[in-house]
């Protein structure tokens, strides 16, 4: 089974550009979530979504940040403009259904540096 | 009072020994329990759900306790592999999962 596929691995950018985040969950996950992980920390949710509809995205800072999972299998997270403190991993995470004992299945994460 | 809460460590332990920590959790109603393992600079990996009658796998124990709001990871002759961060993670009434910050492990030779 292939699993979540994150791209980039790395990004380096200046305060006030944007940033784009791809991921492709595991083929038949219904359920696709966005971490921003910081360093020393545990992954806080940005915005989970079932198929392409938006279950919670209550921690999203929306001035900035923005997510789509249009056909309801990959998706993209973006950031515009960044902050230094957005500085972090972005984790994408999909399971089969949420709120089932199924585990969550993590991609690599993409590193952002905000500079 | 946070919703979940965990020791940060790091927890020091020499090969071989038993080591164990907790996680408490504030929403009574929680439902599912799980430990997450992250190795340094990469993404979470389930370890094993928690059951309430406890469970364990090899040398790995996870428990309840649903009276005192906690739930516990045993590691029995731990190994140097086993240094990682331990996240603890539940399923709150609204079917979302919290996490917690994580304990960090470090097994010494």
Same mark, same amino acid.
């Given at each position: 089974?292939? *699993? #979540?596929?994150?791209?980039?691995?790395?990004?380096?950018?200046?305060?006030?550009?944007? !940033?784009?985040?791809?991921?492709?969950?595991?083929?038949?996950?219904?359920?696709?979530?966005?971490?921003?992980?910081?360093?020393?920390? *545990?992954?806080?949710?940005?915005?989970?979504?079932?198929?392409?509809?938006? #279950?919670?995205?209550?921690?999203?800072?929306?001035?900035?940040?923005?997510?789509?999972?249009?056909?309801? !299998?990959?998706?993209?997270?973006?950031?515009?403009?960044?902050?230094?403190?957005?500085?972090? #991993?972005?984790?994408?995470?999909?399971? !089969?259904?949420? *709120?089932?004992?199924?585990?969550?299945?993590?991609?690599?994460?993409?590193?952002?540096? !905000?500079? | 009072?946070? %919703? @979940? %809460?965990?020791?940060? +460590?790091?927890? =020091? @332990?020499?090969? +071989?020994?038993? @080591?164990?920590? =907790?996680?408490?959790? &504030?929403?009574?109603?929680?439902?599912?329990?799980?430990?997450?393992?992250?190795?340094?600079?990469? %993404?979470?990996?389930?370890?094993?759900?928690?059951?309430?009658?406890? =469970? %364990?796998?090899?040398?790995?124990?996870?428990?309840?306790?649903?009276?005192?709001?906690?739930?516990?990871?045993?590691?029995?002759?731990?190994?140097?592999?086993?240094?990682?961060?331990?996240?603890? @993670?539940?399923?709150? &009434?609204?079917?979302?999962?919290?996490?917690?910050?994580?304990?960090?492990?470090?097994?010494?030779?």
């Amino acid at each position: 089974e292939a *699993g #979540v596929a994150q791209s980039p691995r790395y990004k380096i950018i200046e305060k006030r550009q944007s !940033v784009a985040f791809w991921c492709n969950p595991i083929s038949g996950h219904a359920t696709l979530y966005w971490y921003q992980q910081i360093l020393g920390q *545990g992954p806080k949710l940005l915005i989970q979504f079932q198929n392409n509809g938006v #279950v919670d995205d209550s921690q999203l800072p929306k001035d900035r940040f923005s997510a789509e999972r249009l056909k309801g !299998v990959d998706s993209t997270l973006k950031i515009q403009p960044a902050k230094l403190e957005d500085s972090a #991993v972005y984790l994408c995470a999909s399971t !089969v259904r949420a *709120g089932s004992n199924s585990p969550l299945h993590f991609g690599n994460g993409t590193r952002l540096t !905000v500079t | 009072r946070k %919703e @979940v %809460e965990q020791d940060p +460590g790091p927890f =020091n @332990v020499p090969e +071989g020994a038993t @080591v164990a920590f =907790n996680c408490t959790y &504030s929403n009574s109603a929680s439902q599912s329990f799980f430990w997450y393992r992250q190795d340094c600079r990469k %993404e979470p990996k389930l370890l094993m759900s928690v059951y309430s009658s406890g =469970n %364990e796998d090899g040398r790995f124990t996870a428990q309840l306790n649903r009276a005192s709001q906690y739930i516990s990871l045993l590691i029995r002759d731990s190994k140097l592999s086993d240094s990682a961060t331990y996240l603890c @993670v539940f399923l709150d &009434s609204n079917y979302q999962l919290i996490w917690g910050a994580g304990t960090k492990l470090i097994i010494k030779p």
